[in-house]
């Protein structure tokens, strides 16, 4: 199939944008969205034009790099999937594709559509992690964990920090990224000692970074490639009063 891709390029952090229109040709249903663009790439080489910046890596949904905002939705038409997942056979013979980075202050774009994530890097290093001892590895039965508990964090561990949730909100809100890495620590023993110092921190960096609040559009459960659900928004917020009312 033939296409006509309207993309935004971008030289630089800060410089002026805009959209190009780019011809996609001989495109097959059975390559991914990724691959698209590799060809078109190697015909812009070719002619002397520099190929389209765009991030990736695993190419398999599960590092969250491949953030692209098509035809105005965060990683394409396909629910639960990224773009890399995404393949040509969703769109048809002459259609016209738009394809931009995540719109948001706090992921300014560093090229075309590369944006830099490094917000959520900071928000990671303020409070997701556990504190362990070194040394000995412990048993891995010395610290039942119920079921339910390990369920849910386990959902709430899916999250690849792709950011999604942050381009699909209308206020660029970080809490479904947040709820996700909050809940999935607090949920389990190893983490619960360390709740309160880390929703603390999380907060004041997500708030730090420049993102918005949520006010309740869902857009980002809606958006989300691997299905984290509101609910850890729920959770975040239960988490963060609980800090609250052990200060009082
Ligand atoms: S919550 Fe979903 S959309 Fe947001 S960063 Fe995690 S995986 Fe991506
Ligand atoms: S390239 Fe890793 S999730 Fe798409």
């Given amino acids: 199939m033939n296409l006509t891709l309207h993309v935004w390029r971008q030289p630089g952090p800060g410089a002026e944008g ?5 011809q996609a040709t001989d495109i097959t249903d ?3 969205f990724l691959e698209m663009l590799d060809v078109v790439n190697e015909g812009l080489t070719r002619q002397g034009i520099e190929p389209i910046a765009f991030d990736h890596d695993c190419r398999e949904g599960i590092c969250g790099t491949c953030s692209q905002v098509i035809n105005g939705i965060a990683h394409g038409p396909d629910e639960g999937v990224t773009v890399c997942q995404l393949h040509m056979r969703r769109f048809k013979d002459g259609d016209a594709i738009y394809i931009e980075p995540w ?18 890097d900071r928000i990671i290093q303020s409070g997701g992690y556990v504190s362990v001892h070194t040394g000995g590895v412990p048993d891995g039965n010395a610290m039942p964990v119920p079921k339910p508990a390990a369920d849910e964090a386990m959902d709430a561990a899916e999250c690849i920090g792709c950011g999604a949730c942050v381009a699909a909100c209308p206020n660029a809100s970080a809490m479904l990224f947040v709820g996700a890495k909050v809940s999935h ?9 360390e709740a309160a110092k ?7 960096a997500m708030d730090g970074a420049g993102f918005g609040n949520c006010t309740n559009h869902y857009e980002c459960e809606k958006a989300c490639p691997k299905g984290i659900k509101v609910k850890f ?5 239960r988490e963060y009063a609980k800090l609250l009312k052990e200060e009082v």
């Fill in 30 to 32: 059975d390559m991914s």
């Fill in 233 to 237: 928004i729920t959770k975040l917020n």
């Fill in 18 to 22: 805009r959209m190009e229109t780019y």
């Fill in 185 to 193: 620590l607090a949920r389990l023993p190893q983490g619960a000692a």
């Fill in 103 to 120: 719109r948001a202050r706090a992921f300014p774009v560093f090229k075309d559509l590369i944006v830099d994530r490094g917000a959520f």
């Fill in 198 to 204: 880390r929703v603390r921190a999380m907060v004041k």
